[in-house]
């Protein structure tokens, strides 16, 4: 079963804009953490920004947010102000703690995202 | 800082060769790890190593054999290449191991074509 789902292979947003990338997950365990990366064209990995399952609010780091939704299960990405660098793919990721020996992360599929000028 | 390194960044390989992959951190890190990116189907983890001396399968180890050489250096091998391994290799490193929020910081990447 997919741990991680990301639903849209690509979006378009116009500059300025913002954009919600969705991401649901699966797990039974009480304890998780979510990122999200970033993948430019340059193939890098980019850490962007981290929820624990047991944080109150939500996480932001400067244009990015992420709603969470934790009965629904869903950690979306929000991306404010859309720049042209933000095009790119993204991965959601999740990190379980009780089944997770070794701090593996599973992935989803990610999200290409194409801003307009 | 050199943080994550990887090489070779580039390798065409035959069918039924051998190669391996070389991943090096300089962040003084615990735990390592190899993953493959293949498109639509985001990163796979191969193989971990939660900690100096200990090593993992993760979700697609067939195929490919590691090492941790040291705390610095963790090796991905293939013994007998094939067309299915053609995928970009990345190797990450975090902290670890235990902590829920540890970042994984990743190395730019093997592209690898096996023909």
């Known amino acids: 079963a997919q741990k991680i789902t990301q639903t849209q292979p690509g979006m378009f947003v116009q500059e300025k804009e913002a954009v919600t990338l969705d991401c649901t997950y699966d797990t039974s365990d009480p304890s998780y953490g979510l990122f999200w990366y970033k993948q430019p064209s340059s193939g890098e990995m980019i850490f962007l920004i981290y929820?624990?399952?047991?944080?109150?609010q939500n996480a932001t780091e400067g244009r990015y947010s992420l709603n969470f939704q934790k009965a629904r299960k869903s950690a979306n990405l929000v991306i404010s102000a859309s720049q042209l660098g933000d095009s790119a793919m993204y991965f959601c990721a999740m990190r379980e703690r009780l089944y997770n020996q070794g701090g593996k992360l599973i992935f989803g599929q990610g999200t290409e995202l194409s801003v307009k000028p | 800082n050199a943080g994550v390194t990887q090489t070779p960044k580039f390798q065409v390989l035959k069918t039924g060769q051998s190669m391996t992959l070389q991943c090096a951190q300089d962040?003084?890190?615990?735990?390592m790890y190899w993953y493959r990116q293949d498109p639509g189907m985001g990163l796979r983890l191969i193989y971990y190593s939660a900690s100096e001396g200990t090593t993992d399968k993760g979700e697609v180890p067939n195929g490919y054999n590691v090492s941790r050489l040291n705390k610095r250096e963790f090796s991905l091998r293939l013994e007998s290449a094939a067309p299915s391994q053609t995928s970009v290799y990345f190797c990450?490193?975090?902290?670890?191991?235990?902590?829920?929020?540890?970042?994984?910081?990743f190395g730019p990447g093997t592209r690898l074509l096996v023909l």
């Open positions: 990450a490193s975090s902290e670890g191991p235990g902590h829920l929020e540890e970042t994984q910081y």
């Open positions: 929820q624990g399952s047991y944080d109150q």
């Open positions: 962040m003084n890190h615990n735990s």
